[in-house]
């Protein structure tokens, strides 16, 4: 029973530095909104997240976001996930974004970063924007 606790525990963490990064994107505009909190809620839930661990990680996830100066601590739990939820982040940093319907430098510069440091492609990238723009107008 305590190793079981123990994986919840470190997947809890992994969600966590997730939840953060999300969030980053979220305020890198400096206008984070309830429509992004409730992408990044979906975003975990695809994720399955636990609904009664959901609150928990997302203040986690701020505080974290907060007290952090750099986004490679958060993206190195993304980088050593497979590809289909590597690609439900990238989707929801996506969602995220154009969620006011625009993008704006500092946000196109994240994505771009990110893209690097996830060893995501340019063509997988500007395939997963322009699908997110395609739902979104």
Known sequence: MFFKKKINSNENENYIKIT???IHAAKIDENYSIKEEEIIKKTLIK??????????IINKGKKMEENSNQILEFTKEVKNMNKENKIKIIEALWQI????NDADIYETNLMRRLA???YIDNKTMGDIKEKIKKQIS
Do not use: Q, T, W
């Open 97 to 100: 974004i154009y969620s006011n």
């Open 47 to 56: 994720m399955n997240v636990k609904s009664n661990d959901l609150e928990s």
């Open 116 to 118: 690097g440091l996830l």
């Open 20 to 22: 953060a990064l999300l």
